[in-house]
């Protein structure tokens, strides 16, 4: 049972994953690209090391992200006062207003993914999952 969890829970992923990509990938973006900007709606401003270390991916690779947003026009980036080599991001009135139909194609997929599931059951995954999660940072 445990590995039949473990499959279904990373089919699962993917297939969420993909469906994601392919919808943003009509808009001009990636998905790393898509994730980034949904991220920034929530909290523009941030430090690229802060929004690196949230999307849970590697300074460097940070950066090549935000060098292609800001060459679309999406980003732009401001040094931090106080700390010359800090870079906080914010989104351009285009990218936020290109994040919102991304938002609104990730609330379609996440409506039609859970259309009659039970709220008792998402409550049930919900704690499990974040069990799990849990137990990964510990063991780290």
Known sequence: MKTEF??????????????????VKTQGLTLARARTLLHL???DGLTQKDLADQLGIENATMVRL??????QGMVERR???GDRRAKQVTLSAAARRQA????????????????????KDLE??????RQISARLESMK
Not at 6 to 23: C, E
Not at 100 to 119: Q, S
Not at 124 to 129: D, K, T
Request: aromatic share 6%; net charge negative.
């Open 41 to 43: 709606m929530d909290q």
């Open 124 to 129: 049930v995954a919900i704690r499990v999952l």
């Open 6 to 23: 473990v499959d279904q829970l990373s089919k699962v992923s993917r297939k969420w994953r993909t469906l994601f990509d392919a919808r």
């Open 66 to 71: 935000l060098d292609g947003l800001e060459r």
């Open 100 to 119: 919102e139909e991304i938002r609104n194609h990730a609330y379609a997929i996440r409506d039609e993914a859970l259309a009659g599931v039970a709220a």
């Open 79 to 81: 040094a931090v006062e």
